[in-house]
């Protein structure tokens, strides 16, 4: 079982940077493609980024391609997100999310653990 807590979470300024943070609380969290994904009001969940769980490969919606980085410290069972140049679009409650094994996906249903969300507010 997994176990996911975000936070990092506020109400920042159109241009402003934000980092996201998600603790694990996963034995051999190292073994774990991790994504983070996003939902605003009224809308669908959507993919933002993802990190897989050996190598350093990522991927990134196109949304937030060059202002958005994901990144991991397996030795901290923590996953972040650092957010620049934020955008009034980018708000959104934004979860972490935990795949067994795997390579980075932008499909939901490929990952079998979440967290409760943080909520970012960009105000423009």
């Known amino acids: 079982q997994v176990q996911l807590v975000e936070t990092g979470g506020g109400l920042v300024q159109a241009g402003d940077s934000l980092r996201l943070s998600c603790t694990a609380s996963?034995?051999?969290?190292?073994?774990?493609?991790m994504g983070w994904f996003r939902q605003a009001p009224g809308k669908e969940r959507e993919f933002v980024a993802a990190?897989?769980?050996?190598?350093?490969?990522?991927k990134y919606a196109d949304s937030v391609k060059g202002r958005f980085t994901i990144s991991r410290m397996n030795e901290r069972n923590m996953l972040y997100l650092e957010m620049n140049t934020l955008k009034s679009e980018d708000t959104a409650v934004y979860y972490c999310a935990a795949r067994k094994r795997g390579s980075p996906s932008a499909l939901m249903k490929d990952y079998a653990y979440w967290g409760q969300g943080t909520q970012v507010t960009v105000s423009s």
């Open positions: 990190i897989k769980w050996i190598g350093d490969g990522t």
């Open positions: 996963a034995e051999a969290f190292s073994t774990y493609t």
